[in-house]
């Protein structure tokens, strides 16, 4: 009873970090394409090649 609690919780940290290493990742990545020019900031803000322009 006591082990299978401690179990759990331990589970459920691990997938709380996981999230907050996926999100570090995912926004590091976005920041180092961001410096790099590999993602035009015109294409964040006026996706035109979707069909819409906001200029």
């Known amino acids: 009873m006591i082990?299978?609690?401690?179990?759990?919780r331990v589970t459920r940290a691990l997938d709380i970090l996981?999230?907050?290493?996926?999100t570090a990742?995912?926004?590091?990545?976005?920041?180092l394409a961001i410096s790099?020019?590999?993602?035009?900031v015109n294409h964040i803000y006026r996706p035109t090649d979707v069909g819409?322009?906001?200029?």
Do not use: C
């Not at 819409?52 to 200029?55: H, K, L, N």
């Open 36 to 40: 790099l020019n590999l993602i035009d």
């Open 25 to 31: 990742s995912v926004v590091k990545m976005n920041l």
């Open 3 to 8: 082990i299978s609690y401690h179990v759990e």
């Open 52 to 55: 819409f322009d906001t200029r």
């Open 18 to 22: 996981s999230i907050f290493i996926y």
